[in-house]
């Protein structure tokens, strides 16, 4: 299977408060886990990602925690602002040979003032 | 360094009608990707280049839609006829190599079909 099962749809969070966007995946070829930031208008952006060597990666406000026995990984939004109001999807790129950069549906995410 | 080009930003035309987008890649990147993007929707592969090689074009829908990368460097995306349910978002993307990571996406193509 090359889908990428993306958790909620939409989310709403207080300023301050914790963002937290689930991914599930079934190929066991996929060995890039990244998620993309998008505003309207614009292209999806890099924001972080992670390799399955590891558990947990984080940059800043961004932390990717990475459950590879559950092929599950998720994106943590710690003190979440306003300007962090995004659409984000998860994506999973394959190993050499079997390249198939695919995209999660999307989470629309409103962080309240 | 410039991002990714993309044009034209907007386009409405009549269905049946042909179509057709430009893409410039970051200098340097030998990969190309064309994605289509409903709205409300994560992006989804149409066209993977490998310098000016189609490596995956699995899901383009031949029978409308050709792509073409000259020199391995700018690519045009073109649908002839369209259709209605050809309305989206179509974004262009480059990185350095299928093995590394990071997309670079351009600002996208938003066709509207009357």
């Known amino acids: 299977q090359q889908q990428v099962k993306q958790s909620p749809q939409s989310l709403i969070v207080q300023k301050g408060g914790i963002s937290i966007i689930n991914c599930a995946y079934e190929n066991t070829a996929f060995d890039y886990f990244p998620w993309y930031q998008q505003f309207p208008g614009k292209g999806p952006a890099l924001l972080i990602a992670i390799r399955p060597d590891v558990s947990e990666k984080k940059e800043g406000r961004f932390t990717i925690s990475f459950n590879k026995s559950a092929k599950q990984f998720s994106l943590h939004i710690m003190d979440s602002q306003p300007g962090d109001s995004a659409t984000y999807f998860c994506?999973?790129?394959?190993?050499?040979?079997?390249?198939?950069?695919?995209f999660g549906t999307g989470t629309r995410l409103k962080v309240l003032a | 360094e410039a991002g990714v080009v993309q044009s034209p930003r907007y386009k409405i035309i009549e269905k049946k009608q042909p179509v057709a987008f430009w893409c410039n890649p970051i200098s340097g990147h030998n990969t190309l990707y064309w994605y289509l993007q409903n709205l409300g929707q994560g992006p989804e592969l149409l066209i993977r280049y490998e310098n000016e090689e189609a490596v995956d074009d699995s899901q383009l829908p031949k029978d409308r839609f050709s792509a073409e990368r000259l020199k391995g460097v700018d690519s045009t995306l073109k649908i002839q006829p369209a259709e209605l349910g050809d309305s989206a978002v179509y974004l262009c993307?480059?990185?350095?190599?299928?093995?590394?990571?990071?997309?670079?996406f351009g600002e996208g193509s938003r066709l509207t079909v009357l």
């Open positions: 994506a999973a790129n394959g190993k050499r040979g079997t390249y198939k950069y695919i």
């Open positions: 993307a480059s990185s350095y190599a299928s093995a590394t990571g990071e997309l670079f």
